[in-house]
């Protein structure tokens, strides 16, 4: 997480995220006990000036093409988020 973009936008938030974020073997073992979490940092851990900061600045270096420049700082090869399929036992 501390190479996705949105860093730059919402810092504070995605600080918050990263230290309650559950690894992927906690996600697991999680599964495998009770079923699949569901986790939204803009749901449950932005606060509303951080919020309106982060889009006024990220429609500011849209409409000036600065965007592009500042996703690059953070580009990596392993994507902006993983998303895990789990089925039950007997699923079709």
Known sequence: MKG???NY???EMLR???VQM???NQIKE????????GIS???SLANLE???QGLAK???DLQTGDFEQIKNKYENSLGDYLFITIEGKGSI
């Open 4 to 6: 996705y973009w949105l």
């Open 9 to 11: 936008y919402f810092p």
């Open 16 to 18: 918050s995220s990263i």
């Open 22 to 24: 559950p690894s992927f």
């Open 30 to 37: 999680a599964t495998e006990e009770a079923g699949l979490q």
């Open 41 to 43: 940092s803009f749901a």
């Open 50 to 52: 951080e919020v309106n």
């Open 58 to 60: 990220l429609k500011h």
